[in-house]
């Protein structure tokens, strides 16, 4: 299945390229910048990142189920990608709110 229509990448070459980063450099986390640049391509839209983290998640799955990769080397990273996420989640809901909370330009002036 193809995942990024803009660099062309398949959801078998992010799985190769998570087994290769998590086999390769402990510490190293697979986000999805990590993983295209390993690939050799680059994010040019964006709006594959959600697919590609969930397919990145997936591949994860799929190495520890087959021991190929230390299991706390994935469990570590999957710790640091939530935490990750979390802090991405409490910014978008902090722009939110101050987005929301935002008078308009008319109310201002009265």
């Excluded at 986390?29 to 964006?46: A, D």
């Amino acid at each position: 299945m193809i995942i990024c229509s803009c660099a062309v990448i398949s959801d078998r070459d992010i799985e190769i390229a998570v087994s290769e980063i998590m086999s390769a450099s402990p510490g190293l986390l697979p986000t999805p910048g990590v993983v295209f640049r390993h690939l050799n391509k680059k994010m040019n839209c964006c709006r594959c990142a959600p697919v590609a983290v969930a397919t990145i998640y997936a591949a994860m799955d799929r190495l520890a189920q087959s021991t190929r990769v230390c299991p706390f080397a994935l469990a570590e990273a999957r710790a640091k990608l939530i935490r990750i996420e979390e802090r991405r989640e409490r910014r978008e809901r902090r722009l939110n709110d101050a987005y929301a909370n935002r008078k308009p330009s008319s109310m201002r002036a009265a």
